[in-house]
Every structure is written in C-alpha cells, then in structure tokens.
C-alpha cells in the first residue's frame, strides 16, 4: 500500500502506532535505507547527531525480545484495577516478530563533545533530538506505506545487552517496522476504550496557560 505523493499533512494524518496489521513480509532493504536517510536527517541539538539505529531481523533475537516484552505486558496487566485490566487485555502492545524487523533507537549523550551547543541548560535536548529522528522514520514510513509500533514495555538494561549497546548508550526506542494490510482510521486505544483524544482547543492557550 505505497503513497506516493502522500503529503506531510496526510502522513500525519493516516500515521498509527502499529501492532496487528503487519502483513509479515519484510521491509525490502531501498525501502528501509530511505526510511532511515529521512530519520537521520532530523533537527539535533548542536548538530550532535546523537542517534544511531541498530537493525534487527534475526528471528531468534526478536523472540527473545517478544518473550521479555510478554513478561512486562503481563506485569503491568497484573498491576491494572479490574475494570482497567479488561479493558487492556484485547490490546495487542507489540508485533516484534510479526513485523520482521526491528529498529533499536538509541541515545549517546557523549556525541558532538563536552559542550554542546543548545544542551548546556536543558540536557534533555539530547533525548528530544534522538525522539525527532523517530517522528521522522514514522512519518517516511508512513509515506512508503510501511507501519510502525513503538514498543515500550522492555527493562532498558534487557534491550541494551540484547543488542549490544556500549556503557553509556541508551536505549530510547525499539520500532518494529514492516509493511501493513492498512492503517487503522481510529487508534488503537480509542477503538479498545483505553483512552481518547483531546481537541487542539484544549490544548491552545494564549500568552498565558490557562487551564
């Protein structure tokens, strides 16, 4: 389901956080490098770069990450009042294996030198670089008609001896990507109840933040 011509405006629009609708063929590999050219061309603090992707499609790596993800799905579940644990239970929170590729995302706060420009009084601006070159892949893939699920139940320290990350690079992101069936026109969690939207009116204030 490629989009070509697809807008900024659209690949926004149509972008879902994926998990069930992975087709289980693999991205091919053009697909993937201009996906990751876009990813690497986002805005970062000091021009610092502070990215790298680590790609990974050997099956047994990505059952060993969706085994420990099944854990913390689970310990979450376990951890849920009643009423919210049945409204969770039919989430799918992954498609590790299904997607049959993984992109780690990860941080190293040492990149570009001890200073930093734009950095020295907000650290943060590091993560928040390595977090605009993921809306960048999504966006691309989006266009390519290829989805992508972030995945967020993992113990940091798991996935970085996983995939072999040196002391001191943080993991920020594992992103299973793969072509689609489609994309969902509502999100998952509004479809399943967990949680809604809210209106850009409610989140616009003027001069000052008004609630």
């Known amino acids: 389901m490629a989009a070509e011509g697809l807008s900024v405006y659209e690949a926004i629009r149509v ?4 998990r069930a609708e992975f087709t289980g063929e693999v991205v091919d590999d053009a697909t993937l490098w201009r996906i990751l050219e876009a990813a690497h061309r986002a805005p970062s603090v000091g021009n610092s770069q502070p990215w790298d992707f680590v790609v990974v499609r050997e099956p047994s790596t ?46 190293d706060h040492g990149r570009g030198g001890p200073q930093v420009l734009g950095r020295a009084t907000i650290p943060e601006t590091g993560v928040y670089s390595a977090v605009l070159a993921i809306q960048n892949l999504w966006l691309a893939a989006t266009a390519e008609g290829v989805g992508v699920g972030w995945v967020s139940f993992y113990d940091p320290e798991f996935l970085a001896d996983l995939v072999g990350l040196p002391r001191g690079i943080q993991p920020i992101a594992w992103l299973c990507v793969g072509p689609v069936h ?9 479809r399943f109840g967990w949680r809604t939207g809210r209106p850009l009116r409610d989140a616009v204030h003027h001069e000052t933040y008004r609630a």
């Open 15 to 18: 972008r879902r956080d994926v």
């Open 62 to 107: 990505l059952r060993a990450f969706a085994d420990h993800v099944a854990v913390k799905r689970a310990e979450f579940a376990a951890a849920l009042p009643p009423e919210r644990a049945a409204t969770f239970e039919p989430i799918k929170i992954e498609g590790i294996t299904e997607s049959g590729t993984g992109i780690v995302v990860s941080y």
């Open 182 to 190: 489609e994309f969902q026109q509502t999100p998952d969690l509004e």
